[in-house]
């Protein structure tokens, strides 16, 4: 108990103003202030609330006149605890309103006004270290840990420190080479004693080393995230040091209560960290995932951009004319085919001016490419990512001339099995015309004409209406899992348009080269899923700015698994998604909103 009393003594000149911090010097007090440095134990384990006096010290109840405090996730000590917690040297020195601590490796100044901090000499970020609150010195945790080495975790649930320190002996006092290596201590705490089902259980490490040496090795057993079924569960943990000395193995035992709060279902859904492709039985997702309402969603195509796609053939067997419009204005370029002949071939965008007197030019303020490949899902998932992440930063333009005929893209030469994917938004001051040609490697632009119109073979082809999907979707308030499904041809409909060769009505299957831009104003707490329902998947959505891969690796099929797309708290003003259907994927897919609740 005597180490609690002392620290109770806490040294109060701190807490005074920078322009007086100190009382006034009399004659006969015109010394610096004495230092302050005491005597603690050889280790010490300690417990410090947030905003809090009280504190548990090597198992003892102590008072703090002074309590550590929290702000954007660091913790900072006061100055004033540091010679009865740590014990180290701190000094008031009146001449400069400065504060000296003395380290085992530094000696830091920490000049109050104005803030300037000095370690051994050389200047540091104040700022980065100390936090001064009602002119009272507080020093950040994570810079003093360079300094002094000590173990500390903060416990967010329980808002405190749990600190651990080892007393280190004075260089060159107490060393001695033959002493033995001692055994590293496994410690560690949970932030709860008892916890229902499906309760995250969150685990604090506070293992040390009494001879400083690192720990370089962790072994848990039974440190499950959450436990379903209710019961005693021990968990044990052993640690080994950086000389391979194994500590003796520390258990508890962790009680869960016959008390719902997660199912394992749900568990995921909760915490599994965005991004994740999350594996289930298809008999759970479609109890789950299926069958949920739809969100309140208003739908609008935009008009200003037409969509002009080329995919069939999607596999030619022969070079020639693939599809061709005429463009004034803006437009989406969108190709995607397979060499299906047994030759290498080169693909390209030919644009011509109709015009005998004026220039056009094109300028391209989007574009998402990728360079051959045998895998189908591969391209479409890279082209789409690219065009995706393009923000029209950097965009290109070229000219026309009266009756010219010119590449506008002219894509690597590909060999009999690889396909190629594309898309180009574009914007012209004057009528051309845009033709997609399977030619001979390395041929010519004057041999563009030599080539056929090859036949239609099924695939989508055409130009269409719009190519910008807006939806407005209320997600404030619901209450129970909701989804909002894309390509469907239902609930989302097919964009349609004209088949510029065949003079047809087209419908675009899928809304390949389609972007949907899904909007909600202040979202509610909740995870966002997206779930395959019509084969073979792999696609790229844009999160509020974050590109997510779905899935992250390789593809998924239908009512294999889902891939989380994001979650919010409920405090975000606005969750933005935006999303192109990836060439070589299958539709429909859900996006799932679940909702999250306060447990």
């Known amino acids: 108990m005597v180490f609690a009393k ?29 230092a302050q440095a005491v005597s603690v134990p050889e280790s010490l384990s300690a417990l410090l609330y947030f905003d809090k006096n009280d504190a548990y010290i090597n198992g003892n109840t102590v008072k703090l006149d002074v309590p550590v405090l929290e702000s954007k996730g660091q913790a900072y000590l006061p100055a004033a605890v540091l010679p009865s917690l740590l014990g180290l040297t701190v000094q ?25 901090l000095r370690v051994n000499g050389a200047e540091e ?30 416990n967010k649930e329980l808002k405190r420190v749990e600190l651990q320190y080892i007393k280190m002996p004075q260089s060159g006092v107490f060393h001695n080479d033959t002493m033995p290596n001692t055994k590293p201590v496994a410690r560690f705490t949970v932030d709860k004693e008892k916890y229902r089902l499906g309760e995250p259980i969150r685990y604090s490490n506070i293992s040390y080393d009494p001879d400083g040496d690192a720990i370089t090795s962790v072994n848990w057993t039974g440190n499950a995230e959450a436990i379903f079924e209710p019961g005693l569960f021990k968990i044990s943990l052993q640690v080994t040091d950086s ?34 492709y999350v594996k289930e039985e298809e008999q759970t997702l479609r109890s789950y995932l299926r069958g949920i309402p739809q969100l309140p969603n208003e739908a609008k195509l935009l008009a200003d951009r037409p969509l002009i796609v080329s995919d069939s053939p999607e596999t030619f067997t022969e070079k020639g004319f693939l599809y061709q419009e005429r463009v004034n204005g803006k437009a989406r370029l969108y190709a995607d ?42 391209i479409g998932n890279e082209a789409t990512i690219e065009f995706l992440q393009d923000r029209g930063d950097k965009p290109e333009t070229i000219v026309v001339g009266p009756h010219e005929t010119v590449y506008y893209k002219k894509n690597p030469e590909f ?57 407005n979707v209320d997600a404030k308030s619901f209450d129970k899992p909701s989804s909002l499904a894309i390509g469907d041809g239902t609930t989302d409909k097919f964009v349609t348009g004209n088949d510029f060769f065949m003079k047809k009505d087209s419908l675009n299957l899928g809304n390949y080269g389609v972007v949907y831009k899904i909007h909600i104003d202040r979202p509610r707490a909740m995870s966002i899923l997206l779930l ?16 997510v891969q779905t899935p992250p690796s390789g593809a998924m099929m239908d009512y294999t698994g889902y891939v989380i797309l994001g979650r919010t708290d409920g405090t975000e003003p606005s969750l933005d998604i935006e999303f192109s259907p990836a060439a070589g994927s299958a539709f429909p897919v859900d996006v799932i909103f679940y909702p999250i609740d306060e447990k």
């Open 532 to 547: 395959p329902r019509g084969g073979v998947f792999k696609g790229p959505f844009e999160v509020n700015g974050r590109i």
């Open 243 to 276: 000389k391979g000395t194994v500590s003796d193995t520390f258990s508890r035992n962790v009680e869960i209560v016959n008390e719902p709060y997660l199912d394992p279902f749900e568990y995921k859904v909760y915490h599994e960290p965005v991004g994740t």
């Open 6 to 34: 002392k620290l109770c003594l806490i040294w109060t000149a701190l807490s005074l103003t920078a322009a007086a911090a100190l009382p006034a010097a009399s004659a006969e007090t015109a010394a610096p202030a004495a």
């Open 415 to 471: 060999f009999p099995g690889q396909g190629m994917n594309v898309i180009y938004d574009v914007e012209t001051d004057g009528e051309v015309y845009f033709s997609f040609v399977a030619m001979d490697a390395g041929a010519g632009i004057d041999s563009i004409g030599m080539y056929p119109q090859l036949d239609y073979t099924g695939n989508v082809r055409g130009t269409f209406n719009g190519s910008d999907v807006i939806w």
């Open 337 to 378: 085919h397979v060499n299906g002949t047994n030759e290498k071939v080169q693909f390209a965008i030919v644009v011509r001016n109709p015009s005998p007197d004026k220039s056009v030019k094109i300028t391209t303020t989007r574009k998402g490419e990728v360079y051959p490949s045998i895998y189908a899902n591969l």
């Open 125 to 154: 970020d104040f700022d980065k270290a100390a936090w001064l609150v009602h002119d009272r010195l507080y020093v950040s945790m994570d810079w003093l840990n360079r300094y002094v080495g000590f173990k500390a975790v903060v």
């Open 92 to 116: 008031w020195q009146e001449a400069t309103k400065s504060v000296m601590v003395t380290t085992p490796s530094g000696f830091a100044e920490f000049q109050l006004s104005p803030k300037q």
